[in-house]
């Protein structure tokens, strides 16, 4: 009986949506972060592709990156099935980004897609700046693969050719 119930919250999630429909509450501890100092991480990461990044508001929040991480592991993006070339990487990375913009709470903090080609095709994941910790308030960038939650290294994606990247 239980297999046969997981495989009806399976179905159930497909359809309609997250098992808890409430986000995980906001992160306690942030801080505002402002476009130029977005703007020069992204600078020292892609200085050779700034006209290809685009990045929409004057000011971030920004928190922790465990934040960011249980709001992801909250997300259920990565528990869908993979079908080539009608739910692919970039829709898995537009629901992730989409997940983060649809609650308030959660909206103001620098997260976007990032299209890059590694060389064997262009690939979509998310990008995400955010502090080492609550006591490392520096800000950072982290790269987050929406179809497995892993994180991706920033040597990995600077391998990579940017394609496009929005914030």
Known sequence: MKGLQGFIRSIAMMFCGH????????????????LQAVHLLLADLFPQSLEKVHVSDKWYEITAIDELRRFVKWDNTNQFPYVNELHDCDDFALSLAGAFARYPQW??????????????????FIIAVAWPSLDEQWPRIYFIEPQDDWEISEE????????FLQM
């Not at 098992?19 to 801080?31: Q, Y």
């Not at 990995?156 to 394609?163: C, D, G, R, T, Y």
């Open 107 to 124: 909206s103001g903090y620098p997260v976007g897609i990032v299209w890059a080609d590694s060389g064997q095709g262009p690939h979509a």
């Open 156 to 163: 990995n994606v600077q391998a990579q050719s940017l394609q």
């Open 19 to 34: 098992p808890n429909p409430d986000p995980p509450g906001p992160p306690v501890v942030k801080a505002d972060i402002p």
